[in-house]
């Protein structure tokens, strides 16, 4: 089975700017879930989506926003970004039956 | 708010000595903890998963304990290789999952 599997690898932006990421889970996973990590701040969980449905979000501002697909793949947005948003942005899946999560490559972004 | 410690923040060993990470946490209330592996600019392998009920879990060189109530857990890796090096992450799942920063390894041959 192919793993989850994020795109685009790299990404340059200039601050202001907005930005789409996307995510495709494990086929069959329906759970989805989006993590930022900063070396300053280490993994933050963004939100989690279940059928299409968002199902908890963390602390970050309403710049921050995201979506699933009937197909489970998913996709986060970030508006008018900000220096601070350069990251590495990951998402995971995991399986109705179990609770490991599955982690992407992840997303690198810039922000100048 | 949930808060994850991981102590040491970084550990060198020579080749073939076990390996001792820990984790702690502020609420007990948690469904399971995760012991995750990352390597340089790379994604998440999980390694174990222990639900809130069990007290370890064992995967070949790999054993977790968890102590629920005094909120710790222990990763062991036994007989360490150098393949072993990378950031080893502790997350707790009380319906997110809430990192440590990680405990970076060098295993020197």
């Known amino acids: 089975k192919a793993g989850v599997t994020q795109t685009p690898r790299y990404l340059i932006k200039t601050r202001g700017q907005q930005v789409t990421l996307s995510c495709s889970p494990i086929?069959?996973?329906?759970?989805v879930s989006w993590y930022q990590q900063t070396p300053g701040q280490g993994l933050q969980f963004l939100f989690e989506y279940f059928s299409e449905t968002q199902r908890n979000k963390g602390n970050f501002p309403g710049r921050f926003s995201g979506r699933q697909f009937s197909n489970s793949r998913s996709e986060m947005n970030v508006s008018t970004l900000e220096l601070g948003d350069s990251a590495l942005y990951l998402c995971?899946?995991?399986?109705?039956?179990?609770?490991?999560?599955?982690f992407g490559p992840g997303t690198r972004l810039l922000v100048l | 708010k949930q808060e994850v410690t991981q102590i040491p923040a970084a550990l060198s060993v020579p080749e073939g000595e076990n390996l001792v990470l820990n984790c702690s946490f502020t609420d007990s209330a948690i469904y399971n903890l995760q012991w995750f592996r990352q390597d340089p600019g790379k994604g998440l392998t999980s390694l174990l998963l222990i639900q809130s009920s069990q007290r370890e879990q064992t995967s070949g060189r790999l054993n977790a304990s968890l102590d629920k109530s005094s909120g710790r857990s222990t990763l062991y890796i036994a007989a360490s290789q150098p393949g072993d090096s990378a950031t080893y992450l502790c997350?707790?799942?009380?319906?997110?999952?809430?990192f440590g920063a990680g405990t970076t390894v060098t295993v020197r041959a």
């Open positions: 997350a707790v799942n009380d319906y997110k999952l809430s």
């Open positions: 995971a899946s995991w399986p109705d039956s179990q609770e490991t999560q599955y």
């Open positions: 086929s069959g996973h329906r759970s």
